[in-house]
């Protein structure tokens, strides 16, 4: 099993900045991909974005050029950078870990953290 816990979620107005952070622990061995998802009101939960243990990056359109996500190999976090935030990005976000098991993938998630943004 691996936990995700996610922190830094909160209200900003717009045009403001925030950052999430999430650690991963427990059975962290060959998780490749970590990440954030969020999931609006009534919408299904879509990728923001993904980095890899080699640093290979995929953002979702909407927030190119907006969120900086990283990584810390050595200490098993993944942070998102949020910038330039709109109403929007008002979401729970959810940290993600995929791992790799014998002929699939299996995901792994935090429990969420909101993040609203006032117009």
């Known amino acids: 099993q691996v936990q995700l816990v996610e922190s830094g979620g909160g209200l900003v107005q717009a045009g403001g900045s925030l950052r999430l952070s999430c650690a991963a622990s427990?059975?962290?061995?060959?998780?490749?991909?970590m990440g954030w998802y969020r999931q609006a009101p009534g919408k299904q939960r879509e990728l923001v974005a993904l980095?890899?243990?080699?640093?290979?990056?995929d953002y979702a359109d909407a927030v190119k050029d907006r969120f900086t996500i990283s990584r810390d190999n050595a200490k098993n976090t993944v942070d998102l950078q949020m910038n330039s935030l709109k109403p929007e990005d008002t979401a729970v976000y959810y940290c993600?870990?995929?791992?790799?098991?014998?002929?699939?993938?299996?995901?792994?998630w935090g429990h969420g953290t909101q993040v609203t943004v006032s117009s």
């Open positions: 993600n870990a995929k791992k790799a098991t014998p002929g699939f993938i299996q995901d792994y």
């Open positions: 980095i890899t243990s080699s640093g290979r990056i």
């Open positions: 427990g059975s962290i061995f060959r998780v490749n991909t």
